[in-house]
C-alpha cells in the first residue's frame, strides 16, 4: 500500500505538533505503525492522503454512528451557518439538543452541555465534591474519563495503550483523592465502602468499559454500585460519554436498568462536532452556577454549529428500528470475527454490546483491566497492521473497542471478515 503522502505529512507533523498527533493513540506507537492522514470520508469508508480506501471501525473514536457526512447532519450544519458560527449567548438549539437527551435518559431532568467528554466527567466530579461536602473519588482501572487531573489514575485507553502508569504533571495531592479498584470487583468495592465509604464524594464508572478494550459489567456490578453509593451517601456518576446513545438510545443505564445520579456524555451527542454534556436530576443540577455555586462556564458551550450536528444525529437514531439494525450487522460482525479466529486457531474473544464490539487476543474471558493487559499484544499489533494493509481501518490498540455505524452494509461486514480471515491465517503461519 502506498503511503507516501502521509509518511511526508507526518515528518512535517513531527517537527510542530508533539508526537505529530493531537491526541496520542492516533499515532499507532503501541503497534510500530506511522498514522495515516485522512483526505475525506463517506458513510462507513474513509479516504486517506494517498487515496487509499478503508473500511471505517474507528469512527472518530465513537461519534459516527450515522458514518460519515450523513446528509442530515450535514444539512443541519449548513442551515445553522447561515445564522453564525457562535454567539456566545443562549440560543434555541441548545434547549432541543437538552431535551433530546433528556427523553432518552430518564434519570436526567437537567443537562450542561459543555465541549468534550473530559469536560463532562471533570465538571460532574466537581459536583458531586460539592454536593456531598467530600473529595475522595472512586474510579476503576482501566476506564477513562479524560484527561482531568483527578481522573487520570490507572486510566484505559491511550494511558494504557501507552503504559503510562501514573500520571506526571499531577501533584500527589490530588492524585491521592482519587482510589482506583479492579473494575467487577464487587469485593473491593464493598470493603472500600465499608472503610470509607462515608468520605467517598463519588463512584465513577464505564458501565460497560470500552477504554480497556470492550468489557461488560459482571452480574451485580453495577447493581452494587448503585446500593452502595445510596448507602454511604456518595454520587454514582455513569460516564456514557462512549455508551450514551451507542449501546442502546438510552445508553448503558437502560440497558442494565440502573438510574446513576450523575451521567456525562460526548461523543454521539455532537454527532462529530466537540459537544460533552452531563446531567442529573433537577436538585443536583441547580448547584451548578447561576442557579447554583459551583462553577463550570466555556466561551464555546453550546456552539451553535455542534449543537445542530447533535440534534440532527440525535433525531436520526430515534427511529425505529435504527438500533435492531446496527444489532444485526454488530453480531454478524462479531459472528464473523470469532469463527475466522477460530479458523485459524489464534486463541480471541470477541463480544459486542450493541454497535460497540471488542476482540482480544486471549482465550480468557476478559472482566477487567489486568486481563486486557495478559492478551497478546504482538498479535493485535500484527493483526492491526494487516488489517489496515487489507483495507480495515481499526483502533491501534488492544484497549479500543470497534464502533459499527448505520452506515456499514452487510457487504462492508462481510469484506472486513474476509480481511480477518487472510490477516488471522498470516498470523496463524
Ligand atoms: C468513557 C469516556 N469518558 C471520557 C472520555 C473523554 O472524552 P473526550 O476525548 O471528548 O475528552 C472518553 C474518550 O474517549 C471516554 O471514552
New binding site residues.
Partial sequence: MNLTNSENLFQRALKVIPGGVNSPVRACKSVGADPIFIDHAEGCEIFDADGNRFIDYIGS??PMILGHRHPAVIESIAQVLKRGTSFGAPLDLEIRLAELVIDAFPSVEMVRMVN??????MSAVRLARAATGRSVVIKFDG?????ADTLLVAAG?GVATLGIPGSPGIPESIAHHTLSLPYNDIDAVKQLMTEKGDKIACIIV?PVA??MGLVAPAKGFLETLKELSEKYGSILIF?E??TGFRVALGGAQSLYGISPDLT?F??IIGGGLPV?AYGGNRTIMSHIAPQGSVYQAGTLSGNPIAMAAGIATLEQIKKDGFYESLEEKSQRLAIGLANAAKKAQIPATVRHIGSMLGLFFSDREVKNFDDAKACDLQDFAKFYKGMRENGIYIAPSQFEAFFISAAHETQHIDATIRAAEIVLEELRQ
Wanted: net charge negative.
Fill in positions: 473514536w465513537g468534550s467528554g473530559t469536560e463532562a466527567a476506564c477513562y474519563h479524560g484527561h485507553s464505564e470500552g477504554n460516564d460519554v462512549m456525562c460526548g461523543k460533552g
